[in-house]
């Protein structure tokens, strides 16, 4: 069963296999800045799981570790990579039902803004999840 998700004005489509997907929040200060927004959620797939279904994305090298993409259209940010092309990471707000994504945890909370508080029991990473090494 696959996902779909677009961009704020449609231009940019894609879909992919949430199978074995890992979904979690990123505090860190480049995800904040990237989506302008407090904290982010992700849920990253093996490449082979993610296909642009419409448009192209443009792409921007946010750091040695991360390309975002994003439509250039409307601007809106909508996946990132990596350098290796071990993993997708969609950003949850651009998924069309995001409600079988549950978060697994917070990757980044030493760069967390002061006054978000985070009010569940998820694991707490100071930097990358285990998981995103």
């Known amino acids: 069963m696959y996902l779909t998700g677009h961009c704020a004005c449609g231009a940019l489509r894609y879909r992919f296999d949430p199978f ?3 979904v979690d929040y990123c505090h860190c200060e480049t995800c904040r800045r ?21 448009g192209a994305a443009k792409a921007f090298r946010s750091s040695p570790r991360a390309t975002r993409h994003f439509c ?5 940010p ?3 990579t990596d350098p290796d092309g071990q993993s997708i990471g969609i950003m949850l707000g651009t998924v069309d039902d ?3 994504l549950v978060p697994q945890g917070h990757g980044w909370v030493s760069d967390q803004i002061s006054w ?3 009010d569940d029991q998820l694991p ?5 999840a285990p998981y995103d090494g």
Not at 72 to 76: E, L, P, R
Not at 124 to 128: I, P
């Open 34 to 54: 990237w989506s302008g927004a407090p904290v982010t959620a992700w849920a990253q797939v093996k490449p082979a799981q993610f296909e642009i279904t419409r």
């Open 116 to 118: 978000f508080k985070i």
């Open 20 to 22: 074995d997907a890992v």
């Open 98 to 100: 995001a409600s079988s």
């Open 72 to 76: 250039g259209d409307c601007g809106s």
């Open 124 to 128: 707490r990473w100071e930097e990358d």
């Open 78 to 80: 909508v996946y990132m």
